[in-house]
């Protein structure tokens, strides 16, 4: 899973969703906002509007997507090695959550909607979501690099019999913690 609040999110996160492999995202808004901003003198939107503005238009743009005639409608001079950045397919799968807030309550309902979500495509794909034979491999693994961060933290044993990868992450950790 990958994300971002609000606007943010638009330029990291977006055009891969617009224009890579189609990748099924969830946008989850409240109505009420977390803080209670000031809508600034001369703006016509207030922050909180802004953000659901973008809410409500994302998920239309991923399944509607835009043609180059469509483009060249609306920008009839537009340079025409432009255009293919600006066309993108749609039929972009997206689920769109609107909660009135964000409290212990909502927070729950999102939790048991996915946990949901999970067990049902195990259901679906034949795979116990809750058996977590994966998990417990990570957790025998965990010991053993338990036991060498201790070693080499009490006893300055050298990390040794992980790959490259971990040892070096291990050591940066353990130098700067």
Known sequence: DFGESGTNS???FFQLLHMGQAVPCDFIGFV???NNLVHTEGEDLSSHDELMANFFAQPDALALGRTAEQLL???PGIDPKTIPHR?????RPSLSLLFPQLDAYTAGQMLALYEHRT???GFLWDINSFDQWGVQL???????????LAGARDKAQPLSGFNASTT???????SKS
């Open 138 to 148: 990570g957790k025998v693994l965990a010991k053993k690099t338990g036991a060498a």
């Open 168 to 174: 070096g992450l291990m050591a940066y950790y353990l």
């Open 73 to 75: 409608a609306l920008e």
């Open 32 to 34: 009420k906002a977390q």
């Open 119 to 121: 067990a049902v495509q």
């Open 87 to 91: 066309v993108f397919p749609g039929n």
């Open 10 to 12: 638009q330029h990291s």
